[in-house]
């Protein structure tokens, strides 16, 4: 098994609170863009907050989860709270493998956090189908995969103002 430690492989610098904060904005403004909402498309916000989680598990945690679950739920106008209990389970599970996740490569990261996203995705669509929404059918779950499949992509941005030298200095030996 390709087991890699990547923390090891390069030095990061402290993140920035700012920066977090500005990416989950981001990633929030980006979920309620007025976009044909027919096609499927990847949960941009859900990608974030379990990267955060993750990461920055002190930092973002379940109550941060929730509340941006809060602002989904009202601007999609869904059942209230749909969106804060799926993000809210996605936030603590990954949470829960934060340690083991970071062993692996971001392939392989990406199909430990797959579940979550799979998971997160079917509590959304029980409650709206149980509150009398109508059944999505089994494509649904393609949302699902598309996030996921963009976990190496979101690593390799939200990690790069990290990876940047503060100077560069021939003398120090890291």
């Known amino acids: 098994?390709?087991?890699?430690?990547?923390?090891?492989?390069?030095?990061?610098?402290?993140?920035?609170?700012?920066?977090?904060?500005?990416?989950?904005?981001?990633?929030?403004?980006?979920e309620m863009m007025p976009l044909?909402?027919?096609?499927?498309?990847?949960?941009?916000?859900?990608?974030?907050?379990?990267?955060?989680?993750?990461r920055q598990p002190r930092r973002v945690g379940i109550g941060v989860a929730w509340c941006f679950g809060l602002i989904m739920d009202v601007h999609s106008a869904s059942v209230f709270g749909e969106?804060?209990?799926?993000y809210t389970l996605l936030s603590y599970?990954?949470?829960?493998?934060?340690?083991r996740v970071l062993w692996f490569t971001p392939i392989l990261q990406a199909a430990h956090i797959f579940p979550l996203f799979l998971a997160a995705q079917l509590v959304t669509v029980s409650l709206r189908i149980t509150f009398g929404g109508m059944n999505p059918g089994w494509w649904i779950l393609i949302e699902?995969?598309?996030?996921?499949?963009?976990?190496p992509l979101?690593?390799?941005?939200l990690l790069a103002p990290q990876k940047l030298p503060i100077s560069r200095d021939d003398n120090r030996p890291i």
């Not at 044909?36 to 993750?54: C, E, G, K, M, Q």
């Open 154 to 157: 979101t690593q390799l941005i």
């Open 83 to 86: 969106h804060a209990l799926a």
């Open 144 to 151: 699902s995969v598309m996030t996921t499949a963009l976990w």
């Open 36 to 54: 044909d909402r027919d096609w499927i498309l990847p949960d941009i916000l859900a990608l974030v907050l379990v990267f955060w989680n993750i």
């Open 1 to 30: 098994m390709a087991i890699s430690h990547h923390s090891s492989q390069s030095i990061l610098r402290p993140v920035n609170p700012l920066f977090i904060a500005f990416s989950l904005l981001l990633a929030t403004l980006f």
């Open 93 to 99: 599970f990954a949470i829960t493998i934060h340690r």
